[in-house]
């Protein structure tokens, strides 16, 4: 026992840690050997793929650091993101890079109650990202605004739902990375070889039998919240009763999933990409040796899900929904449209739904946005409530669509939450109460 | 009244320290889950909501749940209300990335449970540098040991 593996390093690798490239990468080396030993890892694996929040910062950062908006970026990057004692000089990205969800909406900041300070300093830090070479997505959907990695392709990947996502619907392979270890390989190229980049480690482990018909987005929401309390950070594998789901449904499940356990790859016999069967699914060696053991979802753990994500809810009178977790893609706004076209949401009550930047742009086009703002919500990108930790002042009692947002918002913000169908959800804004249905 | 155990271990993050165990069986997530301002637990069903790990020697079976886990915990060593060590048995890329950049002794794929063996209250003593942890069982709650 003691400590782990030496990391075995290639020509280049080692040329970035001795310095030959610079300070700024073999700080990010440094970070990332120390990063692969902790995991027991022994080698890196190329990434040209990487999405994560690289040095953006908030006022807690900044006067931590004594760092000024000139000098910002490289502080924050040096000191934070690559945990360096010492500031360097931060180079361009050397590989495809974009910034997920934070900072403010430059549209609706003041809807968020955001000073305008945040602002200012959100669009700093948001041009010395882009300066640096880094896309600036702005979303937790990063497949849903142009980054969408092929079968097989090795990422580096923050936010949990996007991995999920990236590992299960897409057949790429990341692992649920972090800041740090996202601004590191944007630098550098490299991420360790460990866990979801490694064949081995992608089969299934549980078995979940679907015994009551899953269907609707909330259906699939609560399907994932209960397999992420049950599998907790392992692999399931579905099946059941359920249809082929679609873009929207698997990004419910996943985001739910990966909440209420850490599940970062799911398989969906004769549906996902690395489940063509259920053999494949599980892998040769499990099959061979025994059946994963087999766990039922059915009408009691479906009802007892619902009961579960309700149970941070007592007053039916509701004074904000939020939709739009993960970001809204069109087709969800397409339907809150034809849920409110012509409507006006109650006086008591806000509305504010989240998506990309790239999904609102085609909204704006359509007139989805005008819609929304003629009925009294807002259509705002870059954030949400729980990440912004922005809800309307005075809020006491929420409705949400997502099983995720359900799980942190209350956490977050000391409000109650309730959980149903976006249908519900609209109801509740245009009315002001709660009338969702246990299913 | 008090006996000692010893558990070897795999290293994460190197370094010595010791203090009062801080024992939970349930995952914890990092953003959402914890206000790095104080070190509290604050997810709504956790069986530590409301404590601090503060100066702790944190047991617990690993991480779960938002990406933002070594971000949040790499906060914690800044607000100084980070743990003093971490011993865990589930190995994943939050708690690897969070240890690193917290930066406290952290061992992992321990010999015997240790949620089993260290509860809340035990004075431990964690060298991680050789991957041992020596627990001194029945020592007061007060954390007057040492």
Same mark, same amino acid.
Request: glycine residues 10%; contains cysteine.
């Given at each position: ?8 390093? /290639? ?29 027991? $890892?022994?080698?890196?694996? =190329? ?20 760092? /000024? ?31 997920? *969800? ?15 300070? $945040?602002?200012?300093?959100? *669009? ?23 980054? !969408? ?32 270890? /996202?601004?590191?390989?944007?630098? /550098? ?9 490694? =064949? ?30 049950? !599998?907790?950070?392992?692999?399931? !594998? ?31 016999? %004769? ?60 087709? *969800? ?30 909204? =704006? ?35 949400? =669509? ?13 409000? *109650? ?18 009338? %969702?249905?246990?299913? | ?146």
């Amino acid at each position: 026992m003691g400590s782990g593996p030496t990391m075995r390093l /290639t020509d280049s690798e080692r040329a970035m840690l001795d310095g030959h490239e610079g300070k700024a990468k073999r700080k990010a080396m440094e970070l990332l050997v120390r990063y692969a030993q902790a995991l027991g $890892a022994d080698r890196f694996v =190329d990434t040209h793929n990487v999405a994560g929040v690289p040095g953006s910062y908030s006022p807690l950062l900044l006067n931590y650091y004594n760092a /000024t908006a000139e000098n910002a970026y490289d502080v924050i990057y040096s000191r934070f993101d690559l945990d360096s004692d010492e500031v360097v000089e931060v180079p361009r990205v050397t590989v495809s890079s974009c910034h997920l *969800q934070g900072g403010v909406d430059p549209e609706n900041w003041q809807t968020l109650g955001a000073k305008p300070e $945040a602002l200012q300093m959100s *669009q700093e830090s948001e041009a010395a990202a882009a300066s640096h070479g880094i896309r600036i997505l702005k979303t937790c959907t990063p497949y849903l605004a142009g980054n !969408v990695p092929v079968k097989g392709e090795h990422c580096a990947w923050m936010e949990s739902s996007a991995v999920v996502y990236c590992n299960s619907v897409l057949g790429a392979r990341t692992n649920t990375e972090g800041r740090e270890s /996202t601004s590191a390989a944007m630098l /550098t190229g490299k991420i360790p070889d460990w866990g979801f980049h490694r =064949d081995a480690n992608r089969f299934a482990s549980h078995h979940i039998s679907v015994e009551v018909d899953v269907d609707s987005v909330m259906d699939w929401g609560m399907l994932g919240y209960f397999v992420g309390a049950t !599998v907790q950070e392992r692999i399931p !594998v579905l099946t059941g009763r359920f249809n082929r789901p679609d873009l929207i449904r698997h990004k419910h499940f996943g985001a739910a999933a990966a909440s209420s356990g850490g599940v970062e790859m799911y398989h969906l016999v %004769g549906i996902t990409p690395e489940a063509g069967t259920f053999e494949m699914a599980v892998g040769q060696a499990m099959s061979n040796r025994c059946r994963p053991e087999v766990i039922t979802y059915g009408k009691a753990e479906q009802q007892r899900t619902y009961d579960e994500l309700n149970s941070k809810a007592r007053d039916r009178s509701v004074d904000y929904v939020m939709l739009g977790c993960p970001h809204a893609a069109l087709e *969800q706004i397409e339907e809150i449209c034809r849920l409110l076209e012509g409507k006006r949401i109650s006086t008591h009550c806000n509305l504010w739904i989240f998506t990309s930047r790239a999904v609102r742009a085609v909204a =704006d086009a359509k007139g989805y946005t005008r819609i929304i703002r003629a009925a009294g919500g807002a259509l705002i990108t870059d954030t949400c409530s729980a990440i912004g930790q922005a809800i309307p002042p005075g809020t006491r009692v929420a409705a949400l =669509d997502s099983a995720k947002q359900t799980h942190y918002l209350p956490a977050i913000m000391g409000i *109650q939450a309730w959980f149903g169908s976006t249908r519900d959800c609209i109801e509740a804004a245009l009315t002001g109460r709660w009338n %969702g249905a246990r299913p | 009244m008090s006996s000692t155990v010893t558990l070897r271990g795999r290293t994460v993050v190197g370094g010595c320290t010791e203090g009062e165990a801080l024992v939970t069986r349930d995952t914890i997530s990092g953003w959402g889950g914890v206000n790095p301002m104080s070190g509290t637990i604050i997810e709504t069903r956790h069986e530590l909501r409301g404590q601090s790990f503060k100066d702790k020697v944190l047991v617990f079976p690993g991480a779960k749940g938002s990406s933002g886990w070594s971000a949040v915990f790499h906060m914690t060593r800044l607000t100084g209300t980070a743990p003093k060590a971490m011993l865990f048995n589930e190995m994943t890329t939050k708690i690897a990335l969070g240890a690193v950049v917290m930066r406290v002794p952290s061992i992992t794929d321990f010999d015997q449970d240790p949620l089993t063996v260290i509860e809340t209250g035990d004075w431990v003593k964690v060298d991680a540098d050789r991957a041992l942890v020596e627990v001194i069982k029945g020592r007061s709650r007060s954390g007057q040991g040492g």
